[in-house]
């Protein structure tokens, strides 16, 4: 039933992304910070393309951008000097990816092609790279296994994934109703188990306490005088399946499987407050959360994210 449920959900994700959904999705996702009342979540992806490009310390000639959607973050990886392989199996996906990419003059640096992660084989021409980034696209997929098999002959050895998740172990501290749901199932003691791994198996240093102190320091100041804002939630309003949820030994079990080393977990949209608070305030919530989200290394501001993104170096 699970297996079903997960193709049925693909299925979905694919007619949704080729719909007319897709320019108001976009706007939604790339929001831009300075309007607060939105989280910001594409530019946090951009923060952990540009961490994670930082953190391997490579000069990337080449890259694949998995799902890549309207090609925002191919154009980061196109601007830090990479050739890019944008790939969508989303036609309207890649429109949009494709006015983005001619706006920002990078039509010599990304090239697109549509393609189905799972079904399709890859381009003739193609070598494998030091690179690769999926991006709010594992959520959809309906198995783990299939998809590290094709980042294995995706990336060279040495090479790098970044591949963000939605965090399930979040579940256990959000204490909502995602919480309420795995204690009736019986889920809640492993995911308090993931939770427990995701943010504090990085030693909390003071440091850390300092960020997140002045980060609310900053977020305060600057919503002197605001008036709270009643919000409808885009994001359930907008995609009509029930996305996936990994926890993060889970995730890097199977990656492992397929010759990748987990090296860094990122946290991406940290919930400051529980979030039901987001909607009753969303613009002193986001300001919050985006204050945090400029250190998301940060195990403390980590251990608020309903997201991650995790970066792995594929071993020889």
Not at 58 to 84: K, N, T, Y
Not at 234 to 253: D, I, N, S, V
Not at 255 to 268: D, I, N, P, T, W
Request: charge should be negative.
């Amino acid at each position: 039933m699970a297996h079903n449920h997960n193709k049925n959900l693909q299925q979905t994700a694919q007619q949704y992304y080729d719909s007319e959904v897709v320019p108001d999705w976009l706007k939604a996702v790339y929001v831009t910070p300075e309007l607060g009342t939105d989280f910001p979540f594409g530019h946090a992806r951009m923060m952990a393309v540009r961490s994670a490009l930082s953190y391997s310390g490579l000069q990337h000639q080449h890259a694949v951008d998995i799902g890549c959607g309207g090609g925002q973050l191919s154009i980061e990886l196109a601007r830090h000097g990479a050739q890019v392989l944008a790939l969508d199996f989303s036609a309207a996906m890649l429109e949009q990816a494709a006015q983005n990419v001619a706006q920002a003059d990078l039509c010599d640096k990304v090239r697109f092609k549509r393609h189905d992660l799972l079904n399709d084989a890859l381009p003739e021409d193609f070598s494998k790279v030091t690179m690769a980034i999926a991006m709010g696209l594992i959520e959809y997929l309906p198995q783990d296994e299939a998809f590290f098999a094709k980042a294995a002959d995706i990336v060279a050895d040495d090479g790098w994934l970044l591949v963000e998740f939605r965090n399930g172990a979040f579940n256990a501290a959000s204490a909502n109703q995602f919480t309420l749901q795995a204690m009736v199932t019986g889920e809640l003691e492993g995911q308090v188990a993931a939770y427990h791994q995701f943010c504090l198996e990085s030693e909390i240093e003071v440091a850390h306490i300092l960020q997140v102190a002045n980060a609310y320091g900053a977020a305060a100041e600057s919503m002197t005088g605001q008036e709270k804002t009643g919000q409808v939630d885009k994001f359930t309003q907008f995609f009509p399946g029930k996305r996936r949820q990994h926890l993060l030994p889970e995730l890097c079990a199977v990656a492992a499987q397929y010759g990748f080393e987990a090296k860094q977990c990122l946290g991406l949209h940290p919930h400051p407050f529980n979030p039901t608070f987001e909607r009753q305030a969303p613009r002193q919530f986001n300001q919050i959360a985006w204050a945090l989200q400029q250190y998301p290394a940060n195990p403390l501001v980590v251990s608020m994210c309903s997201s991650g993104a995790l970066l792995l170096q594929k071993r020889r």
